[in-house]
C-alpha cells in the first residue's frame, strides 16, 4: 500500500533555529504539496511542485520559508529562522495533477518555543 | 470570498441518522471535486471522488450541482465511526486546488 512518508514526525526547536522538513511522495506521482494546519487558519496551501518544479508558492511567507525538490523522490520546506507562530501541522501530499485527487502524509507536527 | 465556502459545524446527530453536508464553490471553471475525512490529529484521506452524475459508495452519497455551483455528501445510518471533520475540495486545470475549513461531525450513542 503505497504512503507518502513525512519526517519527523514531531519536532520542537527554539525560536530562530532552522528547521528541515522531508516528504517522500508514491511513486510515479508527478505533483507534491505542502500545506500548513492550525486549528485557527485551517489547511493553507504553501507551495505546489509538478515534475519537482514549483509551479505555486504564493502562500509562502518568502523570507523565511523556502521549498526544494532536489529529486523526485525527495521534497524539502526549510524554515530559517523560525518563530513561534510556525507552529502548526505541516503536511506533504502527492498526486497525478491538478484534477486528480491527493494523498497526504501523516505530517510533521511542529513547535516552536 | 473563500474560494470554497463550507458550514463548519458542528454537526451532532444519533446512531443511525442520515446527515447531509453542502459545499460551495466560487471558481466556475473548476472540474474536478472531492471530499476528504480528518480525523483529531491525523491527516486528511480522501473519502470519495465527486462526479458529474453523482456517485455513491456504500453509505455515502456525493452529489454535484454545477448550476448552483455546490457539491454535497450524505452519510446515511451513521456509524460512531463516521465521527471526523470532512473537507469537500475544488480544483482546476489552472493548478489550483482548494480546500474548503471543513465541517465537524460527531455521531452521538
Known amino acids: 500500500d503505497a504512503r507518502v512518508t513525512q519526517t519527523p514526525r514531531h519536532k520542537v526547536t527554539e525560536m530562530g533555529q532552522e528547521v528541515t522538513m522531508r516528504c517522500q511522495p508514491i511513486?510515479?506521482?508527478?505533483?507534491v504539496f505542502w500545506y500548513r494546519q492550525t486549528m485557527m487558519q485551517g489547511l493553507e496551501l504553501l507551495a505546489y511542485?509538478?515534475?519537482?518544479?514549483?509551479?505555486?508558492d504564493s502562500g509562502m511567507p518568502k523570507d523565511r520559508f523556502s521549498a526544494e525538490m532536489p529529486d523526485a523522490t525527495l521534497a524539502t520546506l526549510k524554515i530559517q529562522p523560525s518563530e513561534p507562530r510556525d507552529s502548526a501541522v505541516y503536511f506533504c501530499a502527492s498526486g497525478r495533477g491538478s484534477l486528480y485527487e491527493q494523498y497526504f502524509g501523516p505530517g510533521t507536527r511542529l513547535t516552536v518555543t | 470570498r473563500k474560494e470554497v465556502e463550507q458550514d463548519p459545524g458542528p454537526f451532532n446527530v444519533p446512531e443511525g441518522a442520515t446527515v447531509a453536508f453542502n459545499c460551495t464553490y466560487s471558481n466556475s471553471a473548476s472540474q474536478s471535486f472531492f471530499w476528504y475525512r480528518q480525523d483529531c490529529r491525523k491527516e486528511p484521506k480522501l473519502l470519495m471522488s465527486?462526479?458529474?452524475s453523482g456517485n455513491e459508495d456504500g453509505r455515502f452519497t456525493a452529489q454535484l450541482n454545477r448550476a448552483s455551483q455546490y457539491i454535497s455528501l450524505l452519510i446515511r445510518d451513521s456509524k460512531l465511526s463516521d465521527s471526523a471533520t470532512y473537507l469537500c475540495?475544488?480544483?482546476?486545470?489552472?493548478?489550483?486546488?482548494?480546500f474548503g475549513t471543513g465541517t465537524s461531525l460527531t455521531v452521538i450513542p
Open positions: 511542485f509538478r515534475n519537482r518544479a514549483p509551479l505555486d
Open positions: 475540495v475544488a480544483s482546476n486545470t489552472g493548478n489550483q486546488f482548494y
Open positions: 465527486v462526479y458529474s
Open positions: 511513486l510515479g506521482h508527478n505533483t
